[in-house]
């Protein structure tokens, strides 16, 4: 079970990071060229925070299961841990959190703007930041084997 979550978790997130980056590159785009926002870019924003929800539901789920996870806590105690280990047990998931709820907050606010140059800003601002935030605490050498 552990391995299967892991995995999944583990390969989702090569599509997460490409359809975040490719909706913030569309909303910039979108933003500085005053363009029409259309029902594409509607979509590739809905993808974007749909793709991300699933990932944060696969991520709680494996938070409970991994031994990398909650265990790591239980066992070690907060201060116990290695840098290693902090990453994986609370930083990765408390500020990825911090960064799924900003793009849904992002979500939310681009429905309700008046122009299209606001929703595009919107998107790009909220998905933009929350992108900054997941790669600044991702376990890239454990994740990529480095
Ligand atoms: C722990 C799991 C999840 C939490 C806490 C969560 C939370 C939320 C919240 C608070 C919103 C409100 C956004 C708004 O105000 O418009 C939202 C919207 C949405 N979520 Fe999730 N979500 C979760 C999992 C999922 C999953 C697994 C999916 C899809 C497979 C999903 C798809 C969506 C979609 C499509 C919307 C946008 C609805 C719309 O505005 O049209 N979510 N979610
Ligand atoms: C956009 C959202 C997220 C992305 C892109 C992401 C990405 C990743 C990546 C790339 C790894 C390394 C996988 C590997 O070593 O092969 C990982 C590990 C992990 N993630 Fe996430 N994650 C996200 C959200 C979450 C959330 C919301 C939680 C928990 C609440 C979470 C909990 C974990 C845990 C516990 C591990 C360590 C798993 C282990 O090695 O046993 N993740 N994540």
Redesign the pocket.
């Known amino acids: 079970m552990y391995e299967h979550v892991k995995n999944l978790h583990s390969y989702f997130a090569y599509f997460v990071l490409l359809i975040l980056i490719i909706a913030v590159a569309n909303a910039i785009i979108g933003f500085a060229t005053n363009k029409k926002f259309v029902s594409k870019d509607l979509r590739i924003s809905?993808f974007a925070?749909?793709f991300t929800?699933?990932q944060?539901?696969i991520g709680?789920i494996l938070y409970f299961i991994s031994p990398f996870g909650m265990k790591m806590i239980s066992t070690n105690g907060m201060g116990g841990m290695t840098s290693a280990q902090r990453l994986l047990a609370l930083e990765h998931p408390f500020i990825v959190i911090i960064a799924i709820v900003l793009i849904?907050i992002g979500?939310?606010k681009h429905?309700k703007q008046q122009t299209d140059k606001r929703a595009f800003g919107k998107i790009a601002f909220f998905y933009g930041l929350g992108l900054l935030l997941i790669l600044s605490r991702l376990p890239w050498s454990q994740w990529l084997g480095l």
């Open positions: 809905l925070l749909i929800h699933l944060l539901l709680l849904t979500w939310s429905k």
